[in-house]
């Protein structure tokens, strides 16, 4: 199993949610989060004052899949977050040990 | 209801329930302003000093209201000595006050002239406040808050409006406190900020105001509550000067406003909501003088004018490294220096008094005037609020410790958080309260 995890633009997150739904996924879970790469932040002003603003919002989206639907999960999500201007995002998956389902204890792929 | 009016040129004025009424409502209105200005600091402050920067307002209500009727009313208002502070026994306690003794020369009663200049008093501390945000003891601000209004406002207000006092005397005009209250709340707040120094991080940091729509609703309930504010200074409407007044605020605020945000797009780019709520209340300070001896016109003259001068004095404290965190210099000071001096140059000598200003006529008589109120009362608020400042960081000291200020005063001053996010990550802290056992308690079953 993989968790699959995608930081992107908080703006995306309907066309997301959507594209994982047909694509079957059932349920994710979602943060807010905040940072910057290589776009850095940007300037805010305050009575003249400038600010650099480094951290930018940013919407973490996490999944769990089996092995073989995660590259093909990933794309999905890379299609969907993609606006090709700087700052669409990362995704990257790890691999996962174990999985519970807490409701009924299945365990594993039944967990997903 | 015309029997009802009384003019003021009568004899014997008798009591006018329409201008009681009246001034009752700016009463409230009045009031209304100082939590505004705590929601319009406020908002401006970060978000771990954010009710701190409301209770330093909010309590003004609490001391100042008890301290005026103890003495307040009574050195502010009460007989004259010397040009420069005033006392009436009667007025002590406000007990010695008869139901419907009249206020020398008006159709209202004592008490409504007292709860009206009350409101006053009120707010003047408060606006100090915002220089100091994020870094004063809350029992420090209580004690300078009761020093300040008994020192500096109790007297100030004496020498401007009392019958008597010297500046009043001297042709000084001041229709709702550009003197009195913003250049005395200014210089106080320059004074205090110059002994106890910077925040934490200023320059360095990013102290992004936490919620600007917080001050946008304090910027309008400001401007809401101003009318009481300015209007209601004539004590009554007979003669209509009143209501020149009323529509002069507005014309002047929303003539700031614009200023403020053409200035600022011009030198920074945007327009901003920070920039609107501050030029609101540029104009409401300047006209705050003024607003009584202008056109409509030059009502608009002194709210632009004023708008680009505070506009462009926020950026001082970057210059010359004194902190004045949420810009009281900046603006009140500023703006009621320029509201002041411009009666000087815009009075038209047809409203409330016949003195001329500079272009109509009048020479440079009033603007000497204007210059000596100015500056007497900035230079006394501004010593006595430093040394005031200075002997309070001596015995019980001004500032909060370094690592408070820096985690957020709300916590360690008034054990709060004024925002609850728990439903986005926070929720019951599993850290035990060394002083709570019970709650202790609690928490080692749910880690269990």
């Given at each position: 199993?993989?968790?699959?995890?995608?930081?992107?633009?908080?703006?995306?997150?309907?066309?997301?949610?959507?594209?994982?739904?047909?694509?079957?996924?059932?349920?994710?879970?979602v943060?807010?989060?905040?940072?910057?790469?290589?776009?850095?932040?940007?300037?805010?002003?305050?009575?003249?004052?400038?600010?650099?603003?480094?951290?930018?919002?940013?919407?973490?989206?996490?999944?769990?899949?089996?092995?073989?639907?995660?590259?093909?999960?990933?794309?999905?999500?890379?299609?969907?977050?993609?606006?090709?201007?700087?700052?669409?995002?990362?995704?990257?998956?790890?691999?996962?040990?174990?999985?519970?389902?807490?409701?009924?204890?299945?365990?594993?792929?039944d967990?997903? | 209801?015309?029997?009802?009016?009384?003019?003021?040129?009568?004899?014997?004025?008798?009591?006018?329930?329409?201008?009681?009424?009246?001034?009752?409502?700016?009463?409230?209105?009045?009031?209304?302003?100082?939590?505004?200005?705590?929601?319009?600091?406020?908002?401006?402050?970060?978000?771990?000093?954010?009710?701190?920067?409301?209770?330093?307002?909010?309590?003004?209500?609490?001391i100042?209201?008890?301290?005026?009727?103890?003495?307040?009313?009574?050195?502010?208002?009460?007989?004259?000595?010397?040009?420069?502070?005033?006392?009436?026994?009667?007025?002590?306690?406000?007990?010695?006050?008869?139901?419907t003794?009249?206020?020398?020369?008006?159709?209202?009663?004592?008490?409504?002239?007292?709860?009206?200049?009350?409101?006053?008093?009120?707010?003047?501390?408060?606006l100090?406040?915002?220089?100091?945000?994020?870094?004063?003891?809350?029992?420090?601000?209580?004690?300078?808050?009761?020093?300040?209004?008994?020192?500096?406002?109790?007297?100030?207000?004496?020498?401007?409006?009392?019958a008597?006092?010297?500046?009043?005397?001297?042709?000084?005009?001041?229709?709702?406190?550009?003197?009195?209250?913003?250049?005395?709340?200014?210089?106080?707040?320059?004074?205090?900020?110059?002994?106890?120094?910077?925040?934490?991080?200023?320059?360095?940091?990013?102290?992004?105001?936490?919620?600007?729509?917080?001050?946008?609703?304090?910027?309008?309930?400001?401007?809401?509550?101003?009318?009481?504010?300015?209007?209601?200074?004539?004590?009554?409407?007979?003669?209509?000067?009143?209501?020149?007044?009323?529509?002069?605020?507005?014309?002047?605020?929303?003539?700031?406003?614009?200023?403020?945000?053409?200035?600022?797009?011009?030198?920074?780019?945007?327009?901003?909501?920070?920039?609107?709520?501050?030029?609101?209340?540029?104009?409401?300070?300047?006209i705050?003088?003024?607003?009584?001896?202008?056109?409509?016109l030059?009502?608009?003259?002194?709210?632009?004018?004023?708008?680009?001068?505070?506009?462009m004095?926020?950026?001082?404290?970057?210059?010359?490294?004194?902190?004045?965190?949420?810009?009281?210099?900046?603006?009140?000071?500023?703006?009621?220096?320029?509201?002041?001096?411009?009666?000087?140059?815009?009075?038209?000598?047809?409203?409330?008094?016949?003195a001329?200003?500079?272009?109509?006529?009048?020479?440079?008589?009033?603007?000497?005037?204007?210059?000596?109120?100015?500056?007497?009362v900035?230079?006394?608020?501004?010593?006595?609020?430093?040394?005031?400042?200075?002997?309070?960081?001596?015995?019980?000291?001004?500032?909060?410790?370094?690592?408070?200020?820096?985690s957020?005063?709300?916590?360690?001053?008034?054990?709060?958080?004024?925002?609850?996010?728990?439903?986005?990550?926070?929720?019951?802290?599993?850290?035990?309260?060394?002083?709570?056992?019970?709650?202790?308690?609690?928490?080692?079953?749910?880690?269990?």
């Amino acid at each position: 199993m993989k968790l699959i995890t995608a930081i992107v633009k908080p703006y995306k997150l309907d066309d997301i949610k959507e594209a994982l739904h047909s694509f079957g996924i059932q349920g994710l879970t979602v943060s807010e989060a905040s940072g910057y790469g290589r776009q850095r932040g940007h300037t805010e002003v305050y009575r003249g004052a400038e600010y650099t603003v480094d951290l930018v919002p940013k919407i973490r989206i996490e999944v769990l899949a089996d092995d073989d639907d995660a590259e093909e999960l990933i794309n999905v999500i890379v299609s969907a977050a993609r606006t090709e201007k700087i700052g669409d995002g990362k995704v990257w998956s790890v691999p996962v040990d174990s999985v519970v389902r807490v409701r009924t204890g299945e365990r594993g792929a039944d967990a997903l | 209801m015309a029997s009802a009016i009384t003019t003021l040129a009568a004899d014997t004025p008798t009591l006018s329930a329409a201008n009681t009424g009246f001034m009752l409502i700016c009463s409230a209105l009045v009031m209304l302003m100082t939590p505004g200005l705590a929601f319009f600091y406020g908002g401006m402050v970060r978000v771990k000093s954010s009710l701190n920067m409301l209770m330093m307002s909010f309590v003004s209500l609490g001391i100042v209201t008890i301290l005026w009727v103890l003495y307040g009313f009574s050195l502010a208002f009460g007989t004259d000595s010397g040009s420069v502070i005033g006392w009436n026994s009667d007025y002590v306690g406000l007990s010695g006050i008869g139901l419907t003794e009249l206020w020398d020369g008006y159709t209202i009663p004592v008490y409504v002239f007292a709860v009206f200049q009350l409101m006053f008093a009120v707010i003047t501390p408060a606006l100090i406040s915002g220089a100091l945000a994020d870094r004063v003891k809350f029992s420090a601000w209580v004690l300078f808050t009761a020093l300040w209004v008994s020192v500096v406002y109790f007297p100030v207000a004496h020498w401007v409006w009392g019958a008597g006092g010297w500046l009043f005397k001297l042709g000084v005009i001041d229709f709702a406190g550009g003197t009195a209250v913003h250049i005395n709340a200014g210089a106080a707040a320059l004074g205090v900020i110059l002994v106890i120094g910077k925040r934490v991080g200023f320059k360095k940091d990013p102290m992004r105001p936490h919620s600007l729509p917080l001050v946008m609703l304090g910027a309008g309930l400001l401007w809401f509550g101003w009318f009481g504010f300015n209007a209601g200074s004539w004590l009554g409407n007979d003669d209509g000067v009143g209501a020149v007044m009323f529509v002069n605020t507005q014309v002047a605020t929303a003539a700031a406003m614009l200023a403020w945000l053409a200035y600022e797009k011009l030198r920074h780019g945007s327009f901003t909501t920070l920039g609107a709520a501050s030029g609101a209340v540029a104009g409401l300070v300047a006209i705050t003088p003024a607003g009584g001896c202008v056109s409509p016109l030059g009502a608009i003259a002194v709210g632009a004018i004023a708008g680009v001068l505070c506009a462009m004095a926020v950026g001082l404290k970057y210059k010359f490294g004194y902190d004045d965190s949420l810009d009281v210099v900046g603006v009140h000071l500023v703006g009621g220096v320029a509201g002041s001096l411009l009666i000087g140059l815009f009075a038209t000598g047809g409203v409330q008094s016949d003195a001329k200003g500079l272009f109509y006529g009048g020479g440079f008589e009033q603007l000497g005037k204007q210059a000596v109120g100015v500056f007497s009362v900035l230079a006394y608020s501004l010593v006595v609020s430093a040394i005031m400042a200075f002997l309070i960081d001596r015995t019980m000291g001004m500032r909060v410790a370094e690592d408070v200020e820096v985690s957020g005063i709300d916590q360690a001053e008034h054990a709060e958080t004024a925002y609850d996010f728990s439903g986005a990550g926070g929720g019951i802290s599993a850290r035990p309260a060394a002083s709570h056992a019970p709650v202790a308690a609690a928490n080692k079953k749910v880690d269990a």
